[in-house]
Each structure stands twice: as C-alpha cells, then as structure tokens.
C-alpha cells in the first residue's frame, strides 16, 4: 500500500515539474517579450528586465495562491478595465522593441526595458495567472500541508521559470547575432512586438 501512495506521489511531482515546464516556457507574453528585448538591446543589458519578471512572477504565484487574483476579478467592473490596462501596457512595449535601433547603433540610443518594467509585466499577464492558478490548484505534492505544499511549489516554479526564461533571453539574442544587417535585426525586431502584440490577445481570448 505504502509504494502505491509513494508511486502515485511521484507520479504527481513529475507531472508537476512537466505541466510547469510546458506552460511557464511555451510562447506567451513573458517568454515573447524576454526574447524580444534580447533581440533588440542584447543579452546583457536585457538582464535587468529579465529579473524583474523573475520577481513579478514570484508575486503572481503569492497573489494566486491566496485567491486574491479572483477576488479581484470577480467584482464587478474590474475585468475589462484590466484587459484595456494590459493591453495598452503590451502595446507601448511591443513599439519600445519595434522601434529599438539595430545593435550596431549607438549604445546611447538605446534604453532597455528596465527591472521594474519586468515585474509590471509580470503582474499585468494573464497567462501568467492562468497557468499559475492551473498549477497551484490541479497538483497536490505536499498532501494535508497545503502552506508547505504551496511553498514547495514556489520553489520548483520559480527554478523552472528562471531557466526557461533564460533560454528565451538567450534565444532572442542570438538571433540578433545571425541577423546582423540592419534591415534584417529591424525585421526581428518587428516580428517579436507582432507577436507579443498577438500573444496578449490571444491571451484575452483563451
């Protein structure tokens, strides 16, 4: 009976660890918009944008997991306020990367979505509240310790989404590299604010 319990418990542990790989690390506002900032200003001065998600995203799964989010929500009127918010939010960081000049431009030129820039994006995502609430909710790795539970949780999230978010980072910034013509770095550059653009309304509508 005992190995039964043990071998259903890590059943659910590594269900966790791959739910949370597959939906922290798919394309989505956050991921999309760490890329682009990578492509337009570059691995290292991308950092600081970089963690500050890192830190929204540690307050979103706080918010989550209290049920503060839903209560929120659920009053009346809130909703579509936040959807025009963040979209207007989304907007004005898709036209920062959109317009950002070519690396091989002046460094003078160029200003990087900043930490504080990350964390709002972080707390203005709705995929990030979606798949946090997903998680939290539909997995059970600490049973009758839900405060235990909910902090192991944090833990192995937050290690998840540090890793996948640095391979986004990374990512983009390659592909700076590769395109290096200016017209080509514009070309990505527009390609990722398309998508970010894309990827927050499609949020909305899931």
């Known amino acids: 009976m005992s190995r039964r319990v043990a071998g259903a418990r890590m059943d659910e542990w ?7 790989i ?13 890329a682009a900032t990578g492509a337009a200003f570059g691995r290292r001065r991308g950092l600081p944008f970089y963690f500050g998600i890192q830190i929204g995203m540690v ?3 706080v918010i989550t997991a209290s049920g503060a989010a839903a209560l929120i929500l659920a009053l009346p009127g809130v909703r ?4 025009i918010v963040v979209t207007l939010y989304f907007g004005y960081l898709a036209y920062r990367i959109a317009t950002a000049p070519p690396l091989s431009d002046t460094q003078a030129e160029r200003h990087p979505p900043s930490l504080v820039a990350g964390v709002l994006l972080s707390l203005a995502n709705p995929k990030a509240y979606a798949s946090m609430a997903a998680l939290f909710s539909g997995f059970v790795l600490i049973a009758d310790t839900a405060a235990i539970d909910a902090g192991v949780k944090l833990v192995i999230l937050i290690g998840i989404i540090g890793a996948v978010d640095m391979g986004w980072l990374f990512t983009g910034a390659a592909l700076t590299r590769v395109f290096r013509d200016p017209v080509r770095n514009r070309a990505v550059n527009v390609g990722f604010a398309v ?9 909305f509508v899931i």
């Open 59 to 61: 307050l979103v799964m």
């Open 80 to 83: 579509p306020v936040v959807a």
């Open 22 to 34: 597959a939906l922290t690390g798919s394309p989505g506002p956050a991921t999309l918009s760490i």
């Open 195 to 203: 998508l970010l653009v894309v990827s927050i309304l499609f949020a």
């Open 14 to 20: 590594i269900g966790f660890v791959l739910a949370g």
